[in-house]
């Protein structure tokens, strides 16, 4: 129904135009006033008839394209905004002027500047009207030129170009997780499907520490599939932590005080516990007593001991 509506719709626009263009230059050439005020009034009435069909035109030949923007089909789709425009912004307001002037007998300078702007659109809007037409029926086949009637055959549903499809490279991702979000952008482009899709298995973008192969595959509106494939290698970090060795290994600790007096007597301290840091040695606080011959005693945590072994010694030579 479309493809009768068109060709229908834009000849209708076109002798419309047509009518309205050679009645005022006749009228205004050969014609009496009174004639060129009845040419005036009645262009508007014409409206009734020439807005629709534009506006069928236009329609029907964006649905008939289908997106496509490519040869003769993007060379009509081009011509229309400016059709639309003129009629719009030019013609009509141009037409109601006029024929208000007729009505009130003003043929002054003004009238015939509107006129001569208005006979210069209408001449625009039927070269352009024309050219489609002429574009159409190549399209069609029916008038010769070579690139419209290959191109017909892509407009009339036989589609059968796939997507172009393009997939990132292969990723490494290091991750302190077992799984982790990877964002990636996939690229697709069809020459007719102004929106192709894609889909992607697997579909999360919630990947486990190994190698996952990511399969993409796009399509069109014709049903014309692409497919691309990449890879996402997530590895797992260990995180950064701290350990305590101790004196007597790791995850204890022991500190040991020791000293020997003259008798030859040694008496010894220790203390030791389990999973805690000890300092280095440098910074470890010197807890051990040494009551060597020929040395001095050190204060430190084996002096009450000795003081004590002292005392009992004395007491007992006493008795």
């Not at 040991?256 to 910074?283: C, I, L, R």
Request: charged share 10%; glycine share 12%.
């Amino acid at each position: 129904m479309i493809k009768r509506i068109h060709p229908i719709a834009g000849a209708i626009a076109f002798f419309t135009i047509a009518v309205f263009w050679t009645s005022t230059i006749f009228s205004e050439l050969f014609a009496s006033k009174e004639l060129i005020t009845t040419v005036k009034s009645a262009i508007p009435w014409g409206f009734l008839i020439l807005i629709p069909a534009i506006a069928a035109a236009g329609g029907s030949g964006f649905a008939l394209s289908k997106g496509g923007r490519m040869g003769l089909v993007g060379t009509k789709l081009k011509r229309m905004p400016f059709i639309g425009a003129n009629g719009i912004l030019v013609l009509i307001p141009s037409a109601f002027y006029l024929a208000s002037k007729a009505n009130a007998g003003a043929f002054d300078t003004s009238f015939y500047v509107v006129q001569a702007l208005e006979l210069l659109a209408g001449a625009t809007n039927l070269t352009l009207l024309g050219l489609n037409m002429r574009d159409g029926l190549r399209l069609t086949g029916k008038l010769g030129g070579g690139q419209g009637s290959s191109f017909n055959v892509a407009l009339v549903g036989r589609d059968t170009v796939a997507p172009m499809l393009s997939c990132p490279q292969d990723m490494t991702v290091s991750t302190t997780e077992n799984q982790t979000l990877v964002d990636y952008q996939v690229g697709v482009q069809d020459v007719l499907d102004v929106a192709p899709t894609f889909t992607t298995q697997p579909e999360s973008r919630l990947f486990p520490v190994g190698t996952t192969q990511v399969l993409v595959t796009a399509s069109d509106a014709a049903g014309n599939t692409a497919t691309c494939r990449f890879t996402v290698t997530l590895t797992r970090t260990q995180a950064s932590s701290s350990s305590g060795v101790g004196s007597s290994g790791t995850g204890s600790s022991g500190v040991s005080a020791s000293g020997m007096g003259s008798s030859g007597m040694v008496f010894s301290s220790s203390t030791s516990g389990g999973g805690n840091a000890q300092p280095p040695d440098n910074q470890r606080p010197n807890r051990s007593i040494c009551m060597c011959a020929g040395t001095s005693p050190s204060v430190g945590a084996g002096f009450p001991l000795l003081l004590a072994a002292l005392v009992v010694v004395r007491r007992r030579a006493r008795s």
